[in-house]
């Protein structure tokens, strides 16, 4: 399985794919069946918040996009899907979104009609085979009688109960003092799944949503470059003017002129969106973050 499945668009399927919770903006779907786990994210209302749509997007391994009659909100998310880069599914009839999807990535999507079918394809994909440990945080909050407790995603390798861990971003180094996986507490969780850590050596103010976990060195900086987009779409990405950029689950206002975040951001290869809120098709870019 892989770390994480983005899903945008019918929300009717999701019902397949697990237990639902909600976390700023972003439902998680949690299933277990058997040894085998699955965690999907999907932004929600996120017409009114698109940054929401860009963070599940940007942190997806494998996207799904199940079509609808809006037309114009599938052309947001086709236009993001592209521009993320990944991989990715089309749950339901393609002929729906063909014209839109033309001269994108998401033309070369598989399509599956059968919701129960993509569920048991998306299960037998293998985890990523890197054994460095990095986790991403979406939320962290203090517990009595618990201490600070992060909740987010294993990416890679395996996050163990008493390990030390960089926060890459903040420049601190934390420890996982215990583990939950589906409300068990455990030794350590893989890739793929959802965690839920307390830790030491660290106070809820100093850790974020977008913040990682990591045991080794990764790209962390604020330099922006590479800035790409569709053709139609370029001329809005006008120096001086002030967007948002995401990566993954984190998120900086950015202006094009100045090329830099206001905070720093780790990447492990994937692209960040650029996020235009004043007017549809919402996002509009895609670029590198880091050193």
Not at 44 to 63: C, F, G, M, Q
Not at 124 to 150: N, Q, R, W, Y
Request: with cysteine.
């Amino acid at each position: 399985m892989p770390s994480i499945i983005g899903y945008a668009g019918d929300l009717e399927h999701l019902k397949h794919f697990g237990k639902k919770e909600e976390r700023r903006g972003i439902q998680i779907y949690n299933l277990k069946e058997g040894s085998k786990y699955l965690t999907t994210i999907c932004p929600y209302n996120w017409r009114n918040k698109p940054e929401t749509l860009a963070h599940v997007l940007s942190t997806a391994d494998i996207l799904v996009i199940a079509p609808t009659g809006d037309l114009q909100e599938m052309a947001n998310i086709i236009i993001a899907a592209h521009l993320s880069g990944k991989k990715g599914f089309v749950l339901g009839d393609p002929a729906m979104i063909k014209q839109i999807a033309k001269g994108t990535n998401v033309e070369r999507y598989e399509a599956i009609s059968d919701p129960i079918a993509l569920k048991e394809k998306l299960l037998a994909l293998e985890a990523p085979s890197d054994s460095k440990t990095l986790a991403l945080v979406d939320d962290v909050f203090k517990v009595k009688g618990i201490g600070v407790v992060a909740l987010g995603f294993v990416i890679s390798g395996a996050l163990k109960r008493h390990q030390s861990l960089k926060v890459p971003q903040k420049g601190l180094n934390v420890e996982i003092k215990s583990l939950q996986l589906h409300d068990q507490d455990v030794e350590e969780i893989t890739a793929g799944n959802r965690f839920g850590a307390s830790l030491k050596n660290v106070d809820e103010t100093q850790i974020d949503k977008g913040d990682y976990f990591a045991d080794y060195e990764i790209n962390t900086g604020t330099k922006v470059s590479n800035i790409d987009s569709l053709p139609f779409l370029k001329k809005r990405l006008v120096e001086g003017n002030q967007f948002m950029i995401v990566l993954s689950m984190q998120d900086s206002p950015f202006i094009i002129s100045q090329n830099i975040t206001q905070r720093p951001f780790s990447s492990r290869g994937e692209k960040a969106l650029i996020v235009d809120k004043t007017k549809e098709p919402f996002i509009i870019g895609s670029a590198d973050v880091g050193k």
